[in-house]
Every structure is written in C-alpha cells, then in structure tokens.
C-alpha cells in the first residue's frame, strides 16, 4: 500500500517561507518522479513542481519559478517543496503525488498516488 503524507503547511505572512516535506511509503520511492500540486478553493488542482527519479530533471510552473524550489532525499524517502517569497494568491491545499514512471512530469494523469494534502495560507 502505497502511502504519501504531506507536512509542513501552515498560515504564514505574505513574503515569508515555508517547507513542505512529503514522506512516502510502499514502494521503491527512489524509482519514480514526484510532484506537488495545489488546488485552492473553487479552483482546479494545478501543477506546481515535479522532479525526476535522481532528481536531474525539475520542472516548475511559471508562478513556482524562482520562489520555489522541489528537491528530493531518496536515502529519506521524502520529496520537500521550499516556498519563498509566499504571496497571499498561494493559498492552497497542497499534494504530493508519485508518477508512475522515473521521468518527471506536468500531467496530474501520470500521478497515480496521491497524499491528503496539507493547507498553506498566506496571509496580506
């Protein structure tokens, strides 16, 4: 059974930080890619980051670019998403999921676990 648990969420000041860890169990985590996605209330869920299975390949949406960063620790099995800079429109639930190959990607479709989620607010 594979499980993803998200931590680190909270409420923060606009212009502060705050860093997401997602632990994940049940599989060869070091084999696959991982993303973070965020939905925020009455929106669709939407890509945020993702990182390859050795952590070469990262990819960010155009809002996460250069306040963002993904990172991953295999040793740890844990993907961690840095958020700098946090603007009050980054208010969200926040997943972690793992894609169902080594190659990062964009698509929620190739995500096939997902986490429950932990709530990041940005306060003006």
């Known amino acids: 059974q594979v499980q993803l648990v998200e931590s680190g969420g909270g409420l923060v000041q606009a212009g502060g930080s705050l860093r997401l860890s997602c632990a994940a169990s049940?599989?060869?985590?070091?084999?696959?890619?991982m993303g973070w996605f965020r939905q925020a209330p009455g929106k669709e869920r939407e890509f945020v980051a993702a990182?390859?299975?050795?952590?070469?390949?990262?990819y960010y949406a155009e809002f996460a670019k250069g306040r963002f960063t993904i990172s991953r620790d295999n040793a740890k099995n844990t993907v961690y998403l840095q958020m700098n800079s946090l603007k009050p429109e980054d208010t969200a639930v926040y997943y972690c999921?793992?894609?169902?190959?080594?190659?990062?990607?964009?698509?929620?479709?190739?995500?096939?676990?997902w986490g429950q989620g932990t709530q990041v607010t940005v306060s003006s």
């Open positions: 990182i390859g299975w050795r952590g070469g390949n990262r």
């Open positions: 999921a793992t894609s169902g190959g080594p190659v990062a990607t964009t698509t929620p479709g190739e995500y096939n676990y």
């Open positions: 049940g599989r060869t985590f070091s084999r696959y890619a």
